[in-house]
């Protein structure tokens, strides 16, 4: 089966740097995803890591390791606009491009 | 990237009534996927639209119920049929242009009363 963990909600401050773990057990892996979803909108693409280790893009940087299991989402310079549901998604098969994805963890940053 | 329209953005039916939720895509893709999203959950995939042949459904959905088309590779559509409230979620189609990105349509908000 599959199983994609995340934390349900977190808090932090206007400015800080936050840390999204997500933990995964799946059949397969081919590549990890994150993406950002605002309350009533689609998800939209922040990260892709297939390999390990850190793929940085700007504020938002990605972590993976694959042998742990583990990716980790970090948002530096937090702003308010920041506030919105974070997902962990992970592609299971070669040549296969469906998404298994995380609940979620919706991030609120507060001033 | 790919430009994904997707319509109607929402609506509200009768339950017993089936909704027919159309995706456009500006270029033409491989791959094309529905999912659903329930009230405070994540996503979850309903099917994989195939060009030229039958869906491909995950366990816990079937083709009576959510029949898709996809007549050639710039465009898809789900039907919810035979809606009840249980339906009630958004529906959103997603493109995969290669090995590394997916895109998500703007989705389309269902409501059944």
């Known amino acids: 089966g599959q199983n994609i963990d995340q934390p349900t909600e977190m808090t932090a401050t206007e400015g800080a740097i936050v840390q999204i773990n997500c933990t995964y057990q799946t059949s397969g892996f081919n590549g990890l995803f994150w993406y950002q979803q605002h309350a009533g909108e689609a998800p939209t693409f922040l990260s892709y890591n297939v390999l390990d280790g850190l793929e940085e893009k700007g504020r938002f940087s990605s972590f993976l390791s694959r042998s742990k299991g583990y990716s980790y989402l970090l948002l530096k310079e937090l702003q308010m606009k920041d506030s919105a549901s974070y997902l962990c998604?992970?592609?299971?098969?070669?040549?296969?491009?469906?998404?298994?994805f995380g609940k979620g963890t919706k991030l609120s940053v507060i001033p | 990237s790919a430009v994904i329209s997707q319509k109607p953005s929402r609506d509200i039916c009768q339950r017993g009534t089936s909704l027919t939720i159309q995706c456009q895509v500006d270029?033409?893709?491989?791959?094309m996927f529905w999912y659903r999203q329930q009230p405070g959950q994540s996503l979850t995939l309903i099917a994989t639209?195939?060009?030229?042949?039958?869906?491909?459904?995950e366990s816990g959905f079937v083709i009576d119920k959510f029949p898709i088309s996809r007549p050639n590779l710039t465009f898809s559509t789900l039907t919810v049929s035979n809606m009840s409230p249980e339906d009630s979620s958004i529906y959103l189609c997603s493109v995969s242009t290669g090995n590394t990105e997916a895109f998500f349509g703007q989705g389309t908000r269902l409501t059944v009363v």
């Open positions: 270029s033409q893709v491989t791959m």
């Open positions: 639209a195939n060009q030229g042949s039958e869906a491909t459904y």
């Open positions: 998604a992970v592609r299971t098969g070669a040549g296969s491009y469906q998404l298994t």
